[in-house]
């Protein structure tokens, strides 16, 4: 069974612009969540998607968004960079939401903000 | 909300050393305690579990012990080896459904032959 996929899996951007990053899940996986990772504040939680819907969110700017399809993939868009945005982003799949259910993670997307 | 304390790293042991990684947690309600693994370049895996109070989660040689009354899981192993190189998470997660899962900062562990 194919494992978590990340789109792109390396980014550059400048500061100002926006940016649009993907994560498939493992088949039949319906829940997907996304992390930020940072040398300084180490892995945040950004937000959870079960069924389409945003089930968690943490405390991150309005910037920071998301999505989820209707065969589970995910996307997650940050807009207005700033150089702080610079961080690895990791995606997350699981069977279901509520109860734990094991995350299995993706590669990441390295994103470097100029 | 939850939160976890970790021992700060890096932690450089020689092969064949024991190992051990402090963490306590502050959660609600009643958590399961997970340690992840981050080697070099790749996300995180999960590395062991455990899910009530003296379960006592292993994988890989690797073994930690829920204690409900220190509020702590620690992270051990008999005989590191160097492909045990890597950073490791431990996360509480409350088992009320609208909670994430918290990570620790990391340990970083190096281990040389």
């Known amino acids: 069974k194919a494992g978590v996929t990340q789109t792109p899996r390396y980014l550059i951007k400048t500061r100002g612009q926006q940016v649009t990053l993907s994560c498939s899940p493992i088949?039949?996986?319906?829940?997907v969540s996304w992390y930020q990772q940072t040398p300084g504040q180490g892995l945040q939680f950004l937000f959870e998607?079960?069924?389409?819907?945003?089930?968690n969110k943490g405390n991150f700017p309005g910037r920071f968004s998301g999505r989820q399809f209707s065969n589970s993939r995910s996307e997650m868009n940050v807009s207005t960079l700033e150089l702080g945005d610079s961080a690895l982003y990791l995606c997350?799949?699981?069977?279901?939401?509520?109860?734990?259910?094991?995350?299995?993670f993706g590669p990441g997307t390295r994103l470097t903000v100029l | 909300g939850n939160s976890v304390t970790q021992m700060e790293g890096p932690v450089t042991l020689s092969e064949e050393a024991f190992l051990t990684i402090n963490c306590t947690y502050t959660?609600?309600?009643?958590?399961?305690l997970f340690w992840y693994v981050q080697y070099p370049g790749e996300g995180l895996q999960l590395l062991l579990k455990a899910t009530k109070a003296d379960d006592k989660g292993s994988n890989k040689g690797f073994e930690a012990t829920y204690r409900k009354e220190t509020t702590s899981f620690h992270l051990e192993k008999g005989s590191v080896q160097v492909s045990d190189s890597a950073v490791y998470f431990c996360a509480p997660k409350s088992n009320s459904g609208n909670t994430p899962l918290v990570f620790g900062k990391g340990t970083r562990l190096s281990v040389i032959a």
């Open positions: 997350a799949s699981s069977l279901g939401w509520g109860t734990y259910n094991e995350q299995f």
């Open positions: 998607y079960f069924s389409e819907t945003q089930r």
């Open positions: 088949s039949g996986h319906r829940s």
């Open positions: 959660a609600t309600g009643y958590p399961s």
